[in-house]
C-alpha cells in the first residue's frame, strides 16, 4: 500500500523520560528529519499513515555519540553510598539534566532547576561501569527538552572496582627466532574489567622453571616483542590484566620454542598419549 500513504508519524522520546506527557509527535510529509539532540539516549518511531489507518511502528535507537570536544568537564566523587557529580558551568542556564546508569536500559534522569554546580547520585552498584552525563537546556518543559538541550559533559565512573575477572584472550607467540618472540592478544573485554584496566603484565619461564622478570605494559598495548631469549629452548608465557583494585587471574600458559636457526612456528598446546 505504499502508493497510498498521505504522511509519516514520527515520536521522539528521550531515554530516560520522567515526564509524564507523551513523546513529542512530528508529521511529515517526507522520508527525511534533520534531529538537534543531546547526547542522551533516544528512541525514534515511525509510522506511516493512510485513508485506512496508521502503521505498525518501526523503533529506531539512535546510537551512542562519542563524546568529542564537549564545552566542560564534570568530575564524580564517591561519598558513602552515593556518588557526588561536580562541575564548572559556563553559564546558568535555567536548568541542568543528569543522566546516569549503565546504559540506555538501565538510565535515572534528575532535572535540576536551581544555580549549582554539584549533585548528589544514589542507586550505585559494585563493579558496574556507569555513564553520566550532564546537560543544560534553557527550555525546562519536560515535553521541550528535545531540540533544546545541550551537553556539557559526559564521564565514566566505577562506584566500587574489582580486579578483571579474566584475562586477555586469544593468546599467540609469532615471529619467533633465536632470541625473539613476538606475543599478541586481544583486550579484556570492557564487562570483564570490573574497573578501570591500567594495565597489562606478562610473565614468562624457561623449561627449567627460570622466571623472567615480568614485563608491565600501558592498556593500549595488545603485542609485546620478548628479547634476550636463549635459543633452542621451550617458554610458556603468561598475560594478565590490572585495575587499580589489583591483578587478575593469569590467561593458560601458552608455551613456544626458540629455534637453535632461523625461525620456526609456535608449539600447538596439545598433550599426546604415549603407550606405556
Not at 534533520?34 to 489507518?53: D, H, Q, W
Not at 593469569?250 to 620454542?257: K, V
Request: glycine share 6%; hydrophobic share 30%.
Amino acid at each position: 500500500q505504499c502508493e497510498n500513504i498521505l504522511g509519516y508519524f514520527v515520536n521522539v522520546e528521550r531515554i530516560p523520560n520522567s515526564c509524564s506527557d507523551s513523546p513529542n509527535r512530528i508529521f511529515l510529509k517526507n522520508r527525511k528529519i534533520l534531529l538537534n539532540l543531546s547526547m542522551a539516549y533516544y528512541r525514534v518511531n515511525i509510522s506511516a499513515y493512510n485513508e485506512a489507518g496508521e502503521s505498525p511502528q518501526a523503533v529506531y535507537i539512535v546510537p551512542e555519540f562519542s563524546a568529542t570536544d564537549l564545552p566542560g568537564q564534570i568530575h564524580v566523587k564517591r561519598q558513602g553510598t552515593n556518588a557526588v557529580v561536580t562541575w564548572t558551568p559556563e553559564y546558568n542556564p535555567r536548568c541542568f539534566v543528569i543522566d546516569w546508569g549503565t546504559g540506555k536500559e538501565d538510565m535515572h534522569m534528575k532535572i535540576i532547576t536551581t544555580a549549582t554546580g554539584n549533585f548528589t547520585l544514589d542507586s550505585f552498584q559494585p563493579y558496574k561501569l556507569y555513564k553520566i552525563m550532564v546537560h543544560t537546556s534553557d527550555v525546562c518543559q519536560c515535553e521541550s527538552f528535545i531540540g533544546h538541550e545541550k551537553t556539557f559533559g559526559v564521564t565514566r565512573f566505577y562506584f566500587v572496582e574489582g580486579v578483571p575477572r579474566t584475562g586477555p584472550t586469544n593468546v599467540t607467540v609469532l615471529n619467533i627466532t633465536k632470541h625473539s618472540a613476538l606475543v599478541k592478544w586481544n583486550e579484556i573485554a570492557a564487562e570483564d574489567c570490573l574497573g578501570f584496566l591500567r594495565g597489562y603484565r606478562i610473565s614468562y619461564t624457561d623449561s627449567s622453571r627460570k622466571k623472567s622478570p615480568t614485563v608491565t605494559l600501558n592498556s593500549s598495548t595488545t603485542s609485546y616483542l620478548l628479547t634476550g631469549l636463549k635459543e633452542k629452548t621451550v617458554y610458556r608465557v603468561q598475560i594478565s590484566g590490572f585495575t587499580d583494585a589489583g591483578e587478575g587471574p593469569l590467561t593458560l600458559s601458552q608455551p613456544f620454542s626458540t629455534p637453535k636457526y632461523g625461525t620456526v612456528e609456535p608449539l600447538c598446546n596439545c598433550i599426546t598419549q604415549h603407550e606405556s
